[in-house]
């Protein structure tokens, strides 16, 4: 497989990261010569980082133009079943993988995040962080990739959970629950744990999305 040059590496993750903080939201148009002054590049690199965004479902196409995908209710039901399933696993391997130290700055994140409670937006990236840091004390290279494949659907959806009243005082608490397992080094509890968060996050989104009908 022939390695993307850098210039194309760069405008791909430049477009991914400006979806997946919200910069551009589903249904937003994605015209390359917006995106070339944006992030002051030339226009074939992001062509063709559009053109491999697309190739992911990660863009869609409306008539000539490019722009950013939705999930509709099936597929953010399968999307949750695998990533309650890969996330599970993670926190299982964490379990019996991470090093005191992995362990030490998840409870500091957790401690961290507190401060972010009211700001949706700030708790979702804080979130996103928590999570990459239970994947990477896996120590499993390959479930890696494949969460962060999840991760880049989930930048589809246009809402966080944790906009919902209470949820990130009730998601703090379920970290907890999560590193205090990893910590005990039971894996059982830990894949049950981190489940479970996920379970309540989709159950949250649901009754959300409901209300919004």
């Known amino acids: 497989m022939i390695e993307p040059k850098p210039a194309q590496k760069d ?3 430049m477009i991914l990261e400006a979806i997946d903080v919200g910069v551009y939201r589903p249904g ?3 015209v390359e010569s917006d995106l070339a002054d944006r992030f002051g590049v030339s226009r074939t690199p992001i062509r063709e980082a559009l053109q491999r965004l697309e190739t992911q479902s990660l863009l869609a196409r409306d008539g000539r133009s490019l722009i950013v995908a939705s999930l509709d209710h099936s597929q953010m039901a399968e999307l949750y079943v695998v990533r309650c399933e890969l996330e599970g696993l993670a926190a299982r391997l964490a379990a019996r993988h991470a ?3 992995e362990i030490k700055v998840l409870a500091e994140m957790v401690d ?7 700001d949706a937006a700030a708790m979702a990236r804080a979130n996103r962080r928590f999570h990459k840091q239970i994947h990477l004390a896996s120590h499993n290279r390959f479930l890696v990739q494949q969460l962060d494949l999840v991760y880049r659907s989930m930048a589809l959806m246009a809402t966080t959970s944790l906009a919902a009243k209470g949820r990130g005082e009730e998601a703090l608490e379920e970290h907890r629950a999560i590193i205090g397992a990893i910590a005990d ?3 059982d509890a830990a894949y049950a744990a981190l489940k479970a968060h996920i379970s309540i996050a989709f159950e949250t989104r649901l009754k959300s999305d ?3 009908l």
């Open 11 to 13: 405008a791909y993750d």
């Open 28 to 30: 937003d148009r994605l």
């Open 99 to 101: 090093a005191h130290e």
């Open 112 to 118: 961290a995040d507190a401060a972010l409670l009211g």
């Open 185 to 187: 080094r039971d894996e």
């Open 210 to 212: 409901a209300e919004s």
